[in-house]
Structures are given as C-alpha cells and as structure tokens.
C-alpha cells in the first residue's frame, strides 16, 4: 500500500538501485549506459539521479562520458541499503524513504488510517516539522540522525502501549550496545535515552484505539547519530552519538540494529505472558533515574518528590510528602 502523497514525493526508488549496482561494483567504473540499462532509465535521467545522490552526500566519482564509480560506502537510509538487513523479520517488506519530510510519524498516522500494513517502516534524512512529546519538536538536521516511524497493528488493549513504548527504549538501548558495548545508555521514563545526562533519542508513541483494542500504533524514534553541534537552545540538553563517543556512526547499521531489536521486542511483548514483567525490570535495570530520584513534576499544579519505580502498568512512581502519586503523563524534571 503506497503511503498518501500530499505529503513530499517518497524518494525515488531508483536512486537505490543505482546505489546498489555501484556497491556491487566497487572497485570498477560502471558506464551510464550500463546504469541506464539495469534500472531502465535515459542516460541523462542517470546523470540526473546522480545529481540528487550527490546532493544527499553520496560520494560519486565520474561523469556521463567515464562513467561512474562510489569514492566510499554511502550510509543513506535508502530502503536498498536497508532491506538486506531485515530479511525475514516484519520490518523488511514496507519501507517508506524521503529525503526531507514534515514528520514521519505523520505520514506513518496517515498511511496507518489509509490501510498500511503492520510492520510498514518510514524513513526520512530530513523533518522540516519533526514532533516530540506534548508541545515539544525534534530537531531533525539533514542526514545526520535516525528519524523513523514504525507502524504497528498490535493484538493488544490501549492500556498495553505505555509498556510497549517502554520496550522501544529497551530496543534502543540494545542496538546501541550491540555496536558499541563501552556507550552506556540510560533510559529516563518515558521515552528518552540520555548518555552523560544528556538526551540523545527521544521516543514519540501515537496511536489511535477503540477504548478496549488498539487499531493501529506508531512508534516514532529519533536519534541523534551524527551532529558535530546542535542549535545554541539545545547544547545544554542534548548530544549525539558521535560526539558521546568521538567517532562517526552508521547510520544504516544502527537502524538495522534498532529495527531488529524493535521486532525482538515486539514478539515477546505478543507472545509471551510475562514479556510485561521483563520489560518493566529491564528498563528499571537500565534507568539511573527512575527510584531514588529526587524530581519535580510538571502536572496538574506540580509536585516533587523522589522516583520509586514503575507500577505494573508502567506508570512512574512518585514519593511525596503525602503518599505515592502516580505520574500519568508529565514532564519529569530532576531537582
Ligand atoms: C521526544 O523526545 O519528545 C520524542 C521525539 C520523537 C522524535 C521522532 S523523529 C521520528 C518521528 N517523527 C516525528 O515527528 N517524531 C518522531
């Protein structure tokens, strides 16, 4: 099911195509004619579509009398470079690319409402208006982040998508360390992840439920892969991975990893009766912040008090001079 298109244009399939051949043929000059052949194009439509490659910071040698060869290993979120890595898991047949979009967990929304499978993935290397939690945005620079949406079509109550929101962090987590063991993440309740106290991925969960069944979930990741600086506003809060660990990440890698851990996730959440529990302990286990915690909460008119733990549904526990109140969606501030 194509996603709907008064959003940008998806980007043009053949774009990875030609990536494919050229990582296919690494170390030789592939001709324009040979290009245009395979993917069925003119050979200035190739010249054109190595343009826009360009563009999107694919580094190509040559032109349309030489012919064309990768000066190195592009890390695009194309569904080309993705898919081989997602082979027989639900994320691997529906993946939706753009090159600059609004918000992918809008048009993840909006294809959802107009009937896209479970399991549909949608990538963008660019949101002009990138949402977080509440009122907040995420600030979603060219190339240099993970910005994607998962559509999910859970068997599950509405009451189940706080904790398999919980379990899109755990799947962060675990991709992180599965390519770098030394970063250590730590998960903040809800839906961020921090390294040294500052955040670097956020998670934007939005459904749309019958009061006793959920029809449809988006689970929305942004991660910061690869800034070098962010806007002034922001330095004090937020980091990269690179800058946390001092080298370039790839971004293709990192995706695949997260998606797998994310399906990983998502079955035992399904499968398992007691999947709730495990997820409930380990994002205990892998947050400094939530028991013991001194913290003030933004709801109602306000309170403090000190973190103690999640309940089972997966709601924050809070310590207060009269009694333990139950943070149902606030922003959680440490004092
Ligand atoms: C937050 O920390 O407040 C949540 C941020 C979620 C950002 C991601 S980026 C991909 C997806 N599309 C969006 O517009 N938001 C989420």
Redesign the pocket.
Known sequence: MPAPHKHAPQTDARLGRIVRLLIAHATVVVSGTKIAAEIGASRSEVWRLVQQLRELGVDIAGHPSTGYSLKSMPDLLLPDMLAPHLHGTIFGKHIHHYYKI?????V?MESASAGAPGGSVFL?EQ?T??????V?Q?H?ARSS?I???ALLRPALPPSDVLILSLAAGLAVHSAVQEIDSRVLPDLKWP??VLIGGK?F????TEMNAEVTRVRYVVV???INVNQSSFPADLQTVATSLRLATGTEWSRVELCAALLKSLEREYRNLLENADAANSILRRFQERSSSVRGQQVEVEENSGFEGVTDGLDSRGFLQVRTAEGVRTVLSGTVRPR
């Open positions: 609004g918000s992918t967990n809008t993840a963008a949101q208006a990138g949402r977080g939690r509440g907040h995420w979603s982040g910005y994607c949406s839906n961020d955040k991925c956020g998670i934007l929305g990741i942004g």
